[in-house]
Nanobody, 123 residues
Framework: VQLQASGGGLVQAGGSLRLSCAAS????????MGWFRQGPGKEREFVVY????????SYADTVKGRFTISRDNAKNTVYLQMNSLKPEDTAVYYC?????????????????WGQGTLVTVSS
């Protein structure tokens, strides 16, 4: 599985961005997906999870109510709509595929990763 993340950029606080993660492979709809981020000088942290069907989602408390994940299995793409952005959301955002079982909020349990897309939120 290969993943290509896009949609990052520079935005002012309070603004919005939509990230996309396009996946290769015909089995995309079989996989759960997640977004993680890594801010300057910080460890990679969980942002959001979506099940293979898109029915089940889980958000980090820091983004709950502001970010929304969705997926279009027909297009092999996962989206992350980010609203009310804050300077502390500044990070490289990574999408990842989760093939096997394990905690969905731990990056060690994801099996394939995209290259990351940079989001910068100015104050």
């Amino acid at each position: 599985v290969q993943l290509q993340a896009s949609g990052g950029g520079l935005v002012q606080a309070g603004g919005s961005l939509r990230l996309s993660c396009a996946a290769s492979g015909r089995t995309f709809s079989s996989y759960a997906m997640g977004w993680f981020r890594q801010g300057p000088g910080k460890e990679r942290e969980f942002v959001v999870y979506v099940s293979s069907s898109g029915v089940t989602t889980s958000y980090a408390d820091t983004v709950k109510g502001r970010f929304t994940i969705s997926r279009d299995n027909a297009k092999n793409t996962v989206y992350l709509q980010m609203n009310s952005l804050k300077p502390e959301d500044t990070a490289v955002y990574y999408c990842a595929v989760k093939v096997y079982s394990g905690p969905y909020n731990e990056f060690a349990h994801y099996d394939y990763w995209g290259q990351g897309t940079l989001v910068t939120v100015s104050s």
